[in-house]
Nanobody, 127 residues
Framework: QVQLVESGGELVHPGGSLRLSCAFS????????LGWFRQAPGKQREAVSC????????YDADTVKGRFSIFSDNAANKMYLPMDSLKVEDTATYYC????????????????????WGQGTQVTVAS
């Protein structure tokens, strides 16, 4: 049974930093794409970042470019999302997700391309 478990969310002040982690297990193979999504209260879930392919190609939403930097450690079955210069608008529940196929172009934004999801971790950015 595939499991994804996020951790690292907490309350942080604007301008602060956090690092989210996602531990995955049970697949029996390396996922070809791993992603982070977030959902703020009253809003739809949106794509944040993705890492895909053997070369580790990354994609980031425009709202987080230059502040968030996704990376993975497949040997440890973990993925991370370091987040810097956090803003109040980054407040959301963050979900990690995994896909069996490499994603190209804008396909990383489509949540339906990800088969497995974690339960989420809450990030709150507030004074």
């Amino acid at each position: 049974q595939v499991q994804l478990v996020e951790s690292g969310g907490e309350l942080v002040h604007p301008g602060g930093s956090l690092r989210l982690s996602c531990a995955f297990s049970g697949a029996g193979y390396d996922f070809a794409a791993l992603g982070w999504f977030r959902q703020a209260p009253g809003k739809q879930r949106e794509a944040v970042s993705c890492i895909t392919g053997k070369m580790g190609r990354t994609y980031d939403a425009d709202t987080v470019k230059g502040r968030f930097s996704i990376f993975s450690d497949n040997a440890a079955n973990k993925m991370y999302l370091p987040m810097d210069s956090l803003k109040v608008e980054d407040t959301a529940t963050y979900y990690c997700a995994a896909a069996p196929f490499e994603l190209y172009g804008s396909n990383w934004i489509n949540q339906r391309n990800f088969d497995y999801w974690g339960q989420g971790t809450q990030v709150t950015v507030a004074s």
